[in-house]
């Protein structure tokens, strides 16, 4: 079975620029979350789609935007980029929420997307 | 906010020995707290987790525990390896009925080393 599958692996821009980042997820999960791992500070919590919706959102700022597909894939998209926002971009996926009080909840992330801003 | 509050940031262990990593939330509605380990420049991978109907659940060499009065709950590693070296996080999520907020708010890490 694939696991979370991320591209691209590394990227580099340039400030001002717009960077997307493309996650697909598990078969057969619904849910695909974005977290952003910058050096010395966790995995911060981005964005949660299910189903095709935005389920929820972190503390970022609205140039932080995405959208998931039919498909369940997702795209990150981070507009207007400052030199703050080279991090690892990391995607998870699970089942979805209508099986999250079963307990069948468990992210598994993919292996991420390395974002440098110059 | 919700909020996770990792310790310690560091830990140096002798193989054998044994380590723990303890975590606290704010959210009383958390119902869900996973532990996942994250080799250098390798994706998080969950290691264990527990609900919070549960106190105690061990697999093998690790256990956690959960302390849900006090909103605290621990990874404990017996037997330390060398190949147990990485970076730990826990995190605590909400995934009940009409409060779900699908997301899970780490901690920020622990970084255990453990000498031959």
């Known amino acids: 079975e694939a696991g979370v599958t991320q591209s691209p692996t590394h990227l580099i821009k340039t400030r001002g620029q717009q960077a997307t980042l493309r996650c697909s997820p598990i078969s057969g999960h619904t849910s695909v979350y974005w977290y952003q791992q910058a050096l010395g500070l966790g995995l911060q919590f981005l964005l949660w789609y299910d189903e095709g919706e935005e389920r929820n959102r972190g503390n970022f700022p609205p140039r932080f935007s995405g959208r998931q597909f039919p498909n369940y894939s997702s795209e990150l998209n981070v507009n207007a980029l400052e030199l703050e926002d080279s991090a690892l971009y990391l995607c998870?996926?699970?089942?979805?929420?209508?099986?999250?009080?079963?307990?069948?909840?468990?992210?598994?992330f993919g292996a991420g997307s390395r974002l440098t801003v110059l | 906010g919700e909020n996770v509050e990792q310790h310690p940031s560091t830990l140096s262990v002798q193989e054998g020995d044994s380590a723990v990593i303890k975590c606290t939330y704010s959210?009383?509605?958390?119902?869900?707290f996973p532990w996942y380990k994250q080799e250098l420049g390798k994706r998080p991978q969950l290691i264990i987790d527990i609900r919070s109907n549960v106190g105690e659940k061990k697999d093998q060499r690790i256990a956690v525990t959960l302390n849900k009065t006090a909103k605290h709950f621990s990874l404990h590693i017996t037997e330390t390896q060398p190949e147990d070296s990485a970076v730990y996080f826990c995190a605590a999520s909400n995934r009940r009925g009409s409060s779900n907020t699908g997301k899970l708010i780490f901690g920020q890490g622990t970084t255990l080393q453990v000498k031959p």
């Open positions: 998870a996926s699970s089942l979805g929420r209508t099986f999250f009080s079963s307990g069948a909840n468990v992210l598994t």
């Open positions: 959210d009383s509605a958390s119902n869900y």
